[in-house]
Structure formats: structure tokens, C-alpha cells
């Protein structure tokens, strides 16, 4: 360590203190999740923190995309995100800092730091000039991640994280967007949640007027408004809650039903 210390502004009060709100593929078999809360309380005494979630299939930077896409717009506006799905922990990929929309996120650059939005600045964090010792090669978000949120949660400055970068250079996010073609809207199956309903890339608000969505051997499904309008064992389309257009079985599983997984390819019309 180089001697500096971090302190929290005077000016930040604690019934005003921006949340904390944590995302990774930890799970809650092991210490992980704790450790990484015990260090945002260590960083900074007291923050409120919620917990987005902390079963992401491990490595799946595809579904914590998603869920964080689903999550981001129901956050207080001041709210650091922590998220911390990372393959690649130790290697030469990038932790990043970005700021969206004067919120900020703390991620690794492989898709997840650009999963919801364009970035207004974005910082390399830099463990020598926050001050930390040198983080562990297998757990940045221990060690690196969570002090960085912390200081940001405390109303420090993202460029006392690190070395600005270029916003544009961050690697993309690996979900796909739907396309139209004379067919229709070509879409794709992102998620498959725990009741078996699966989440397309297609959003109702972009694409209006939609009512049905075929796959594989021409199967439809009509567009419903509730789980409740789908007959016994019948696939529809209906808006889930996140605003993304899903087949699902009232009281079933549209997964077992169609036999479809994510990356599958389903046509709006």
C-alpha cells in the first residue's frame, strides 16, 4: 500500500447514503457472499445493500446480463451496482467503473459493464491508486470490486478508482437484439426461468402490435394478456413483468412444452 487513506465526505449523511446492489453467480453454499458484504461494511460502515441476486449460473455473463437489464430500471437513482460474474478473474480482462445515466456500475469489461446502457465516463480500476493491497488472482470481487463500490456508495470521486478509458472501447454485451426480416421479427429466447416461461430479446414497448410468435415447425402461440387466458397445457405469448415478450403454459412450463432453450430462435408477427 502507498500510505494514502480513503475517508468518507462529511458531507454524506447516513439517511441519504446511495444503496449498494449486488449481483454475482457466488451462490450461498460457501462464504463468498458474506465475505463480499462483510468488506462493504468494512469499506463502509453501515450502507445499505441489496441483494439482486447471487444464483447466475456460473460464468453465465449472458443470463446476469438479462437479469441486470431487469433489475436496473427499479433501482434508487443514486444506487451503485456491484455486479461480479467473472471468468476471467486474474487474467489480463479489465474492472471497470462506468456511470449510466448518474448511476454507477462496477464490473469486469466481458459484456456485463455495457449490459444497460452507453456509458458516460469509464475508469480501469487501479488497486495502486485506491490504496489496496494486491487483490487475490481468483477473487476480485473481494478484494477490488466491493471497495470500489464502497467508495463510490461513500460519494467518492470514480476517477480516484482509476485511469479514464475510452467508454466505447468496453466489450459488448453478448445478448442479442431482435431483427426484422420479411418474415416477421426475428427473435431469440434469452432466458428460461424457474417456471419454465422463456424470455425473448423482444421488448413490447419497441414492438408494438405483435400477436403471435412461431418456432420450429410452424407452432404459434397467440398473444394473451395474463397466464391466466391460456387454455390447459397451451402456449402463449404474454408481456412478462420486465417488459419482454415470453411464451409461457398457465400452470406449466413452456420450456418442457416446446422444447426450446436459450439461443433459440422464435418469429414475431
Known amino acids: 500500500m502507498d500510505g494514502r487513506e480513503f475517508r468518507i ?20 453454499d460457501d462464504h463468498y457472499v458474506g465475505v463480499v458484504h462483510a468488506v462493504l461494511e468494512r469499506e463502509y460502515p453501515g450502507v445499505a445493500r441489496i441483494d439482486l441476486g447471487h444464483a447466475v449460473p456460473a460464468g453465465d455473463i449472458w443470463t446476469a446480463s438479462f437479469q441486470l437489464r431487469c433489475a436496473w430500471p427499479h433501482l434508487p437513482s443514486a444506487c451503485v451496482v456491484l455486479a461480479v ?127 403471435e410468435a412461431r418456432w420450429r415447425a410452424d407452432s404459434v402461440a397467440r398473444r394473451v394478456t395474463t397466464y391466466a387466458e391460456g387454455a390447459p397445457d397451451e402456449v402463449v405469448l404474454l408481456e412478462g413483468s420486465a417488459g419482454y415478450l415470453e411464451l409461457a403454459v398457465n400452470c406449466g412450463s413452456a420450456a418442457d412444452a416446446t422444447g426450446l432453450e436459450r439461443g433459440d430462435a422464435v418469429l414475431m408477427r
Not at 9 to 28: E, Q, V
Not at 121 to 142: I, Q
Open 9 to 28: 465526505p462529511n458531507s454524506c449523511y447516513r439517511d441519504s447514503m446511495p444503496p449498494i446492489a449486488l449481483l454475482t453467480d457466488f451462490g450461498h
Open 85 to 211: 460474474i467473472d471468468p476471467g478473474v486474474g487474467t489480463s480482462r479489465r474492472a471497470v467503473a462506468v456511470e449510466i445515466n448518474g448511476r454507477y456500475l462496477v464490473a469486469p469489461d466481458n459484456g456485463l459493464a455495457a449490459a444497460v446502457g452507453t456509458a458516460a465516463t469509464a475508469v480501469e480500476l487501479d488497486w495502486r491508486t485506491m490504496g489496496l493491497e494486491k487483490p487475490s488472482a481468483t477473487f476480485h470481487g473481494r478484494d477490488l470490486f466491493a471497495p470500489a463500490a464502497a467508495r463510490l456508495a461513500a460519494g467518492g470521486s470514480i476517477g480516484d478508482l482509476g485511469a479514464a478509458i475510452d467508454r466505447g472501447g468496453l466489450v459488448q454485451c453478448p445478448l442479442p437484439e431482435p431483427s426484422p426480416s420479411d418474415r416477421g421479427l426475428e427473435g431469440v429466447i434469452l432466458v428460461v426461468d424457474r417456471f419454465g416461461n422463456l424470455a425473448t430479446n423482444v421488448r413490447d414497448d419497441e414492438h408494438p402490435g405483435l400477436t
